[in-house]
């Protein structure tokens, strides 16, 4: 399983006129090919009266799947573009659409694909890139008298803290990157003298812009 990987953050889009031709960005993030295509589709539903729709995506771990579509455009000036630009900026599971309404004057091969490229970064800059981040979601169970010090220290460190739970014993619930877990239980351990239970509850993804 991935511990970081970047990707687009949500839903974005954008718009840029380029000799007369009006394109329009759609930027999503996808986890399966399904809802790349999905995404896809509804796009081009909502412009049947376009010249162009045409898409990009990257998808997997791995960027297993990886496909572009010209819609028609000239072979090679606008999907590919697109798909270029989502792997220069090494972002995975994402899909990107770029609807072109032409505006009377040619672009040239040349000039498509810069176009197309143009479209797309924008278009990702709409939706913000973050970096997600594999964390173990952790909690700490401990007796009241530690509560004051221990959520101090929390809140004023470098982890996340998700909630605090009150029953018998405090359960505070803190993130802590997968591979500072060794790191997280010592500290833990120190400023608690040793008296804190630790728990892995679950492995989650954070976002961070």
Known sequence: MRNNYRTVKSYGESEII?????FIT???????????????QTIKQNHRDATHNCSAYIIGEHDQIQKANDDGE??????????????????KDTVVVVTRYFGGIKLGGGGLIRAYGKATTE??????????????????SIDYTWLGKVENEV????YP???????ELVEVFVYSEVENQTKFAEWITEITNGQAKIDIVEKEFLDFE
Not at 18 to 22: D, G, L
Not at 74 to 91: H, I, N, R
Not at 161 to 167: C, G, S
């Open 26 to 40: 759609y930027v999503n993030r996808a986890e399966s090919e399904k809802e790349a295509q999905d995404f896809i």
């Open 18 to 22: 380029i000799q007369k031709s009006q």
């Open 74 to 91: 000239p072979s090679g000036t606008a999907g590919f573009p697109m798909l270029e630009v989502l792997k220069k900026q090494g972002l």
């Open 123 to 140: 278009g990702i800059d709409a939706a913000k890139v973050v970096e997600r981040k594999l964390h173990n979601l952790i909690k700490i």
């Open 161 to 167: 803290l998700k909630e605090i739970n009150y029953a």
């Open 155 to 158: 809140r004023n460190s470098e």
